[in-house]
C-alpha cells in the first residue's frame, strides 16, 4: 500500500508526505525465505542471517521542497522512519525481529544534467542485530515518483522475495 499526500505549503516550503506499508507471507516455501535489504525499503542495511516467512515493513518520509535555486540546482531535504518485522509463519510480534531506522538527507536535482536526482541519506539503525551491515550514509541517484495508473494487468506470478 503506498500513499503519498498533497503539497502542503508553509510559507515558501512545499511540504510531501510519503507512506508505504508491505507485507509477504509465505506457506510452504521449502528453503525459501524473505529477508530485509534495500529492495524492501531499508537502504543502509543488510543482513543476511535474520530470515523469516512473514515480512511488513513501514516506510514513513516527509520531503520539504526549497523554494532556492543556484545554478539550475534545487534543494528538496527529507527525514524518513524506517519500520520492520521478520517473523517466522506462525511467531507472534514478541518472538520475531523487529527492526527500525531514522534518519534525514538531502537530494539535489538540477534538470540539464545527465543524472538529474543525487541523494544524500544519513541513517541511524538503534539496536541492530549480530551480523548486521550498518552503512549509516548512503549517496546515490534517485527516480522520480512514478505512481502506479491503476490500470489492470494480466496475471502474474508475484515474486517471493
Known sequence: MNYFSN???LGPLKIRNFVNIA???GFDRNEEYLVIAKSNGFSGFTNDSLKGDQRIVVDLESVFFNPVNVF???FAFFGFADLAFLAHT???V???NFLSGIGFGIRIRND???FNTFQIR???FPDPPLYSRINNMVISGEQLLRPSNFDPGPPAVIPYE
Do not use: I, S, T
Open 7 to 9: 503539497l502542503v505549503y
Open 23 to 25: 507485507y509477504a507471507r
Open 72 to 74: 539550475g540546482f534545487r
Open 90 to 92: 506462525n511467531e507472534v
Open 94 to 96: 514478541n518472538n520475531g
Open 112 to 114: 540539464n544534467l545527465v
Open 122 to 124: 544519513l541513517g541511524f
